[in-house]
């Protein structure tokens, strides 16, 4: 890395935690670009917990983040939610730039109306719910925020108990790791980890998306996929963010 960062002209720092070695390495001169895919500070806060040791990691992140903001030329956040974030904890840095998180929508076919309302009855069939009742599908991966916006919407499905007429919803993704399935209410199904190929027929077969998200930072690539697919989405504003602010 040292050798690389000697003879470098651009610096791109994907993440704060190479910023020491960076700071330290490149050669005068150097453009140094900082990628910054999260607010670090906010993301590991509520997953750090409170401990003397965790307080020690805690600020060894913030730190390295500091470090990262002020050594770039160039920040680029993925949200203004973001930018805005960076420079009220660590102060203005000399330039930066918000590029939206995206996905390869080729990569996630389209599914209009009709053809998705008669994909979600087949898989309603499947679940012996009847026509009228309506699928919503939520995606995440084991990621602490994920998981409570899982909870959530297991706490307000038992707290209303709905008919067949009312929503099924399709829990897929790591976190469902994290939900108690014995204790999930008839109409809450885990599907656990998915591939690719069972994900796009759920996008492709679910009534409405969710994305109950409350916390965390950067972007939920989760509403780029639902949107791709063609998936009316239910969002918090902040699950939303780093679309057009």
Known sequence: LESELAGANVVVMSQPYLASAVTSSAQAGAFVVYDA??????????????????????????????????????????????????AM????????????N????????????????????????????????????????????NVEGALRIVEEIAAKPD?????HVMLAGGHVRAVDAARLPPQVHSLAVVGNVRKLALLSSCGVALNP????????????????AGCPVVSTEFGSRGFDE
């Open 213 to 228: 998200v409350t916390s965390g930072s950067g972007s939920n690539l989760k509403t780029f996929e639902y949107l791709a």
């Open 89 to 100: 904890r660590y102060g203005e840095p000399r330039s930066s730039v918000v590029i939206s």
């Open 102 to 145: 995206g996905v390869r929508v080729c990569d996630v076919p389209f599914t209009g109306t009709g053809p998705r309302m008669a994909r979600q009855a087949r898989l309603l069939g499947s679940l012996g719910a009847t026509d009228a009742a309506t699928v919503a599908l939520f995606l995440g991966s084991l990621h602490p925020p």
């Open 37 to 86: 895919q999260n607010v670090e500070a906010e993301l590991k806060a509520p997953t750090l917990g409170s401990t003397d040791v965790t307080q020690f990691l805690y600020d060894d992140v913030t730190g390295l983040e500091a470090m990262a903001v002020s050594a770039a030329d160039l920040v680029v956040a993925v949200s203004e939610r973001d930018r805005t974030g960076l």
């Open 163 to 167: 008919s067949d007429d009312g929503v």
